[in-house]
Antibody, heavy 123, light 108 residues
Framework: QVQLQESGPGLVKPSETLSLTCTVS??????????WSWIRQHPGKGLEWIGY???????YYNPSLKSRLTVSVDKSKNQFSLNLTSVTAADTAVYYC???????????????WGQGTLVTVSS | DIQMTQSPSTLSASIGDKVTITCRAS??????LAWYHQKPGKAPKLLIY???TLESGAPSRFSGSGYGTQFALTISSLQPDDFGTYYC??????????FGQGTTVEIK
């Protein structure tokens, strides 16, 4: 059974870059058609899709974050990563990595999630 | 963006009750609608996708219905493990994928 685990700093200074990695275990990332995804949840709030990468490296981003966002995949390590630049306090959230199972084209629902990691933006 | 609006925001019900949560899309999402359940401090879990298909391992007391812009999640007989927050998600368009604001279910 596939499992996902986020890792990265829990505290980032304003204007710096938030970097997280998700390690996938239990199945090679290259098997099947999945979209390796990042989703965040502001404290006490709902879910916000950030973006995802297909196994072939093609990426899809939320337009509201696109200018600051890079999601990339390293199939050799069975990992994918998130980089969000120029962060502010508004980027403080729990960040989840998730596996998106394809429905059609690049649209998907999320069938497996990491446990989430809280990232606080503060000086 | 396609806006997803859930109602109610909070509901309180007793064990054994039938519970229904609704989700309305600002434009048609066809059948590309999923439901998730999140307990406090935990990641969401996929319950239902494509409106009414039960995810493997999800209890059969959960069911989904609807099409286009109006959807519902029904719990046929509320159980103690069902407390938490439920979210709908549309994936008719990925630009962007969007979630409802959530419905919190409390056990009386």
């Amino acid at each position: 059974q596939v499992q996902l685990q986020e890792s990265g700093p829990g505290l980032v200074k304003p204007s710096e870059t938030l970097s997280l990695t998700c390690t996938v275990s239990g199945d090679p990332m290259s098997r099947g058609v999945y979209y390796w995804s990042w989703i965040r949840q502001h404290p006490g709030k709902g879910l916000e899709w950030i973006g995802y990468t297909a196994t072939n490296g093609k990426t899809y981003y939320n337009p509201s974050l696109k200018s600051r966002l890079t999601v990339s995949v390293d199939k050799s390590k069975n990992q994918f990563s998130l980089n969000l630049t120029s962060v502010t306090a508004a980027d403080t959230a729990v960040y989840y990595c998730a596996r998106g199972r394809q429905s059609f084209g690049p649209s998907c629902k999320f069938d497996t999630w990491g446990q989430g990691t809280l990232v606080t933006v503060s000086s | 963006d396609i806006q997803m609006t859930q109602s109610p925001s909070t509901l309180s019900a007793s064990i054994g009750d039938k519970v229904t949560i609704t989700c309305r899309a600002s434009e048609s999402v066809s059948t590309y609608l999923a439901w998730y359940h999140q307990k406090p401090g935990k990641a969401p879990k996929l319950l239902i996708y494509e409106v009414s298909t039960l995810e493997s391992g999800a209890p059969s007391r959960f069911s989904g219905s609807g099409y286009g812009t109006q959807f519902a999640l029904t719990i046929s007989s509320l159980q103690p493990d069902d407390f938490g927050t439920y979210y709908c998600q549309q994936y008719s368009t990925y630009s962007p994928l969007t979630f409802g604001q959530g419905t919190t279910v409390e056990i009386k």
